[in-house]
Each structure stands twice: as C-alpha cells, then as structure tokens.
C-alpha cells in the first residue's frame, strides 16, 4: 500500500519553530518530487514548498521565503520542512504530496500521492 504520512504538527507560539516530516511507505521517494501544501480553515490548499527528486531543486512560497526550508533523506525514504518564524497566518492543516514529474510545484495537478495532513496552529 502506497502511503505518506505527515508528523511533526502541532501548537507553537508566535516566533517558535516546528519540524514536519513526510514518511513514505510502500514506494521508495528517491523517483519523486515532494510537495508541501496547507490549508486554512475556509481557504483553498495553496503550495508551501517543493523538492526535486534529487534535492537539487526547491521552491518555497513567497509567504515563507526566508522562515522555511525543505530537505530530503532518501535514505530515510522522508522529506522535511523547517519552520522558522512562524506567525499566526501559518496556522493550517500541512499536506505533504508525491509527484513524478512536476512542472509546477504549487499545483496540485502533478502531484499522485497525498498524505493525511497534521495540524500547524500558531498561537500564543
């Protein structure tokens, strides 16, 4: 069964630090571009970040720029995201997402495996 599971969620107080992280398992990530997007409460999904297969390549949002950073162990078979920073706006449900072949890193079009989602909420 191919899966990704998220983990690392949590509450943090504004300025504080959480690190997420999206496990495989079933498949081997080393072929995969790994998404991260999150959900507001009433507002659509939008990408946060992404890593190439190689780890050669990111992306992160404009919104995160500078307080995030993401990073692959194929080894582990896991992706992470470094939160930095973080303030109340960053409050979402994080999806961690698997695509072969993203030519967009923030729409979810090239993405075929989707974890559960852990909950961020920033909060003092």
């Given at each position: 069964?191919?899966?990704?599971?998220?983990?690392?969620?949590?509450?943090?107080?504004?300025?504080?630090?959480?690190?997420?992280?999206?496990?495989?398992?079933g498949?081997?990530?080393d072929?995969?571009?790994?998404?991260?997007?999150?959900?507001?409460?009433?507002?659509?999904?939008?990408?946060?970040?992404?890593?190439?297969s190689?780890?050669?390549?990111?992306?992160?949002?404009?919104?995160?720029?500078?307080?995030?950073?993401?990073?692959?162990?194929?080894?582990?078979?896991?992706?992470?995201?470094?939160?930095?920073?973080?303030?109340?706006?960053?409050?979402?449900?994080?999806?961690?997402?698997?695509?072969?072949?993203?030519?967009?890193?923030?729409?979810?079009?090239?993405?075929?495996?989707?974890?559960?989602?852990?909950?961020?909420?920033?909060?003092?």
């Open positions: 069964q191919l899966q990704l599971v998220e983990s690392g969620g949590g509450l943090v107080q504004p300025g504080g630090s959480l690190r997420l992280s999206c496990a495989a398992s498949f081997t990530l072929y995969y571009a790994i998404g991260w997007f999150r959900q507001a409460p009433g507002k659509e999904r939008e990408g946060v970040s992404c890593i190439s190689s780890g050669s390549s990111t992306y992160l949002a404009d919104s995160v720029k500078g307080r995030f950073t993401i990073s692959r162990d194929n080894a582990e078979n896991t992706v992470y995201l470094q939160m930095n920073s973080l303030k109340p706006e960053d409050t979402a449900v994080y999806y961690c997402a698997a695509g072969g072949e993203v030519k967009t890193p923030n729409d979810e079009v090239w993405y075929d495996y989707w974890g559960q989602g852990t909950q961020v909420t920033v909060s003092s």
